[in-house]
Each structure stands twice: as structure tokens, then as C-alpha cells.
């Protein structure tokens, strides 16, 4: 299932694969990273025992700003919740199907509980770059439990729906004041009757990757290349419709519509009490 580097590599980029080559003892995690793929079809079976703990060793083990740890998770197993759940984040099966639900939580609360006890302020948590914070860390927090996860053979999607209902998606979390879900992950072993995930195809690096300075692409060969071609070959090879890939981009944040809910996401925010200030 797992493909050697230049393999995944040459899949990530098409034509466009720079030939790189890295000391064996950096393969089996470089190889772990860009065989990634997300996993929409699992077995319902239990996750062994421990598994969530390592994911939670591996999340706390990332990098967090100033060492805050702004951030917490709810792991929801209880099948009945992961079906409300799967509801509420735009009827997605594969929360249903998989043991195991992470909503991933930037969380301010913490911080403001330790002012109290110490009877100080804490004004600082009423500024974006706190609220911001807190996103930063659980989304990095997140990606490596994701990578542990995948070491152990398991699979995993991430949930941007969860921030379709915020309110509803709260008080099933039952989540304070000064926490906000920010997205879920589905964890669990895919389903091997099901198509096995496929690596899929990313921009060159020509168009993400700038050095010294930005330089604005001037048309859209410039910006994409042919990246459009790519994953519309890979689109077809898995059976899902074709669609180009910058039309998708531009209907995906066509209008306040399109956002499923989440054109609300500031109200939902300071009402949660996480600052834009
Ligand atoms: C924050 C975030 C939210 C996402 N939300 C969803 C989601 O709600 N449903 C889903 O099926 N995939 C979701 N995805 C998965 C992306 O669609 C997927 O990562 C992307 O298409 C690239 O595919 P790959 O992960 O297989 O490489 C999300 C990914 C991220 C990072």
C-alpha cells in the first residue's frame, strides 16, 4: 500500500517531481509523510487499546506557541453521538462508520481559569492573535496525531464540517466558554473491501514555494501549469467525477452560500468568547 519516495513523489507532481534522494535513515518517516492520503471508508471495529493515548502523545509532543498548549480534543466513540455528529457536519457516513471521532478544540479557556485561580487578568485572550493562536496549535497538534495514526496503520479524514453548526456541535460537546471546535478527524481502519485511498496529485511546487520574495503568477498557466490535467486524470483513474480543479476552487468560495454555514463563523466565535479584536 505504502510507495517508496520517488514513486510518491512522481505521483504528487506529475512530470514536474524534483529528484530527490535522502539518507536511509530519514525514508520510513519522509516515505510516512508523502504517502498520506484521506481515508473515506472504514471498518467499525475498536481501535486496540492505548491507540488513543498514543494519539494524544504524538499531538501534545508538536510544537505550540510560548508553550501555551491553547488548545484540547473530545474523542466522541459512543456510536449514537458520532451519528449526531455525522449529521451535523453535513452528513458525512464516514463519522458514523469509523470507532473514532476527534473534534479538535482551540482552547482559551484554560488560560482564563488560570487567571482566576490566580486572581489576575488575562487581557490578552480578548486579541485575535490569541484566538489565531489557539487555531495554530490544535491544527498542529492535529497533523501529528494524523502521522501517528498513519504509523499505526490506520486511517484518517479530517472534518472542516464541524464548523458548519458551531453552536449545536458545542453543547454536544458540551465545550465552555473560550472553546471553539475547529474541525474534526475521523480515525479508524480502512475498510479493504472499499477502492484503498489513492495518494493525490498536488500543485508543482513552482506554485507554492517562492524564494527570497513572492512573485505573483501572471496567468493562469503561470499559477497552475498543468495542474488542472493532473487531477483531472487523477479524478478519472478513481471514478469521481471530472471537474477542473481551478473551477472547484473558485465555486468553493463563490459566495457566503457556498460556506455551508460557516459565513457565520465570526458571530460563532466571539459568542463562544474567542476575540477578533
Ligand atoms: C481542515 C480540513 C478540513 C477538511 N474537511 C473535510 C471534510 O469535511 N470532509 C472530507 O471528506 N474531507 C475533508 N478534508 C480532507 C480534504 O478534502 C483532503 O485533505 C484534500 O482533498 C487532499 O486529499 P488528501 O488528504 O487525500 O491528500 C479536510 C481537510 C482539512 C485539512
Same mark, same amino acid.
Given at each position: 500500500?505504502?510507495?517508496?519516495?520517488?514513486?510518491?513523489?512522481?505521483?504528487?507532481?506529475?512530470?514536474?517531481?524534483?529528484?530527490?534522494?535522502?539518507?536511509?535513515?530519514?525514508?520510513?518517516?519522509?516515505?510516512?509523510?508523502?504517502?498520506?492520503?484521506?481515508?473515506?471508508?472504514?471498518?467499525?471495529?475498536?481501535l486496540?487499546?492505548? @491507540?488513543?493515548?498514543?494519539?494524544?502523545?504524538?499531538?501534545?509532543s508538536?510544537?505550540?506557541?510560548?508553550?501555551?498548549?491553547?488548545?484540547?480534543?473530545?474523542?466522541?466513540?459512543?456510536?449514537?453521538?458520532?451519528?449526531?455528529?455525522?449529521?451535523?457536519?453535513?452528513?458525512?457516513?464516514?463519522?458514523?462508520?469509523a470507532?473514532?471521532?476527534?473534534?479538535?478544540?482551540?482552547?482559551?479557556?484554560?488560560?482564563?481559569?488560570l487567571?482566576?485561580?490566580?486572581?489576575?487578568?488575562?487581557?490578552?485572550?480578548?486579541?485575535?492573535? @490569541?484566538?489565531?493562536?489557539?487555531?495554530?496549535?490544535?491544527?498542529?497538534?492535529?497533523?501529528?496525531?494524523?502521522?501517528?495514526?498513519?504509523?499505526?496503520?490506520l486511517? @484518517?479524514?479530517?472534518?472542516?464540517?464541524?464548523?458548519?453548526?458551531?453552536?449545536?456541535?458545542?453543547?454536544?460537546?458540551? @465545550?465552555?466558554?473560550?472553546?471553539?471546535?475547529?474541525?474534526?478527524?475521523?480515525?479508524?481502519?480502512?475498510?479493504?473491501?472499499?477502492?484503498?485511498?489513492?495518494?493525490?496529485?498536488?500543485?508543482?511546487?513552482?506554485?507554492?514555494?517562492?524564494?527570497?520574495?513572492?512573485?505573483?503568477?501572471?496567468?493562469?498557466?503561470?499559477?497552475?501549469?498543468?495542474?488542472?490535467?493532473?487531477?483531472?486524470?487523477?479524478?478519472?483513474?478513481?471514478?469521481?467525477?471530472?471537474?477542473?480543479?481551478?473551477?472547484?476552487?473558485?465555486?468553493?468560495?463563490?459566495d457566503?452560500?457556498?460556506l455551508?454555514?460557516?459565513?457565520?463563523?465570526?458571530?460563532?466565535?466571539?459568542?463562544?468568547?474567542?476575540?477578533?479584536?
Amino acid at each position: 500500500m505504502s510507495v517508496p519516495l520517488p514513486e510518491s513523489l512522481s505521483i504528487r507532481y506529475g512530470t514536474h517531481a524534483p529528484n530527490l534522494q535522502a539518507p536511509d535513515a530519514a525514508l520510513p518517516v519522509l516515505e510516512q509523510i508523502l504517502n498520506h492520503r484521506s481515508v473515506r471508508h472504514f471498518l467499525p471495529d475498536a481501535l486496540p487499546e492505548g @491507540t488513543l493515548e498514543m494519539l494524544v502523545a504524538a499531538a501534545q509532543s508538536a510544537a505550540t506557541s510560548s508553550n501555551l498548549q491553547a488548545w484540547s480534543v473530545v474523542a466522541v466513540e459512543a456510536p449514537e453521538r458520532r451519528a449526531q455528529l455525522a449529521e451535523l457536519v453535513g452528513q458525512q457516513k464516514h463519522v458514523r462508520q469509523a470507532p473514532l471521532f476527534l473534534a479538535w478544540l482551540a482552547d482559551v479557556s484554560r488560560i482564563e481559569r488560570l487567571a482566576q485561580y490566580q486572581q489576575q487578568r488575562a487581557e490578552g485572550v480578548q486579541y485575535l492573535d @490569541t484566538t489565531l493562536l489557539a487555531v495554530i496549535d490544535a491544527a498542529l497538534a492535529a497533523q501529528n496525531a494524523v502521522l501517528a495514526a498513519e504509523a499505526l496503520g490506520l486511517g @484518517t479524514v479530517y472534518i472542516g464540517g464541524l464548523r458548519n453548526q458551531p453552536e449545536a456541535v458545542a453543547e454536544l460537546l458540551g @465545550t465552555p466558554a473560550g472553546v471553539f471546535p475547529i474541525f474534526g478527524l475521523v480515525v479508524g481502519r480502512p475498510d479493504p473491501a472499499a477502492r484503498p485511498a489513492a495518494i493525490k496529485p498536488r500543485l508543482a511546487q513552482s506554485a507554492v514555494l517562492h524564494r527570497e520574495r513572492y512573485q505573483v503568477a501572471q496567468n493562469l498557466e503561470d499559477e497552475i501549469g498543468d495542474f488542472d490535467q493532473r487531477l483531472g486524470a487523477f479524478q478519472a483513474e478513481q471514478g469521481m467525477p471530472a471537474s477542473a480543479w481551478s473551477q472547484q476552487v473558485v465555486t468553493r468560495l463563490r459566495d457566503a452560500a457556498a460556506l455551508h454555514g460557516r459565513d457565520q463563523l465570526s458571530q460563532s466565535l466571539q459568542r463562544a468568547g474567542l476575540s477578533l479584536r
